[in-house]
């Protein structure tokens, strides 16, 4: 399984890299991961929310563009779909076979530019609840690591 990673920002606290780097220990004998960081855009007073995620939005494209030449390119998003872990293990398992790839972004504090949400082959929605988004990094790469576990039959997930 081959899975990349897109976040807008990096993660500013040792707490949230160490819950992602034992996840994504747990999960390299799986699937090849790779996490690429693009610089978070200021939000200064004087900016609109808008403008902010339009900047933003410009440094995701080109690799949004990649990764639907390779696989499928999912947008974390609160509108999107909620799946169960077991769905999701599904969900991937459905989407990579054949050595397709996919790729998952997840925007800055301010959310996706509506422009950039059309470009999704889907959305995904980890929850009803809204998370700071380190922490929607570590639920994803945890959750990664529950449906590979789930797909190779290992005890993870009871």
């Not at 997840?106 to 950039?116: A, D, R, S, Y």
Request: proline letters at 4%; aromatic letters at 8%; glycine letters at 8%.
């Amino acid at each position: 399984m081959h899975i990349k990673i897109i976040v807008l920002g990096k993660l500013k606290e040792s707490y949230w890299q160490a819950a992602c780097d034992e996840y994504l220990k747990r999960l390299t004998p799986y699937a090849k991961i790779e996490i690429i960081e693009l610089k978070e855009e200021p939000f200064r007073e004087k900016d609109t929310r808008a403008e902010t995620q339009k900047k933003e939005a410009e440094r995701v494209l080109p690799y949004i563009a990649e990764g639907k030449k390779k696989g499928v390119v999912i947008g974390l998003h609160e509108g999107g779909k909620e799946h169960t872990s077991v769905q999701l293990a599904k969900f991937l398992e459905e989407k990579t076979g054949g050595g397709a790839h996919v790729m998952f972004v997840i925007g800055g504090p301010l959310g996706f530019h509506p422009n950039i949400l059309k470009q999704f082959d889907t959305q995904l929605s980890l929850s009803s609840l809204t998370f700071p988004h380190q922490l929607a990094r570590v639920i994803l790469i945890e959750q990664l690591y529950r449906a590979v576990t789930i797909i190779n039959g290992k005890q993870y997930h009871y």
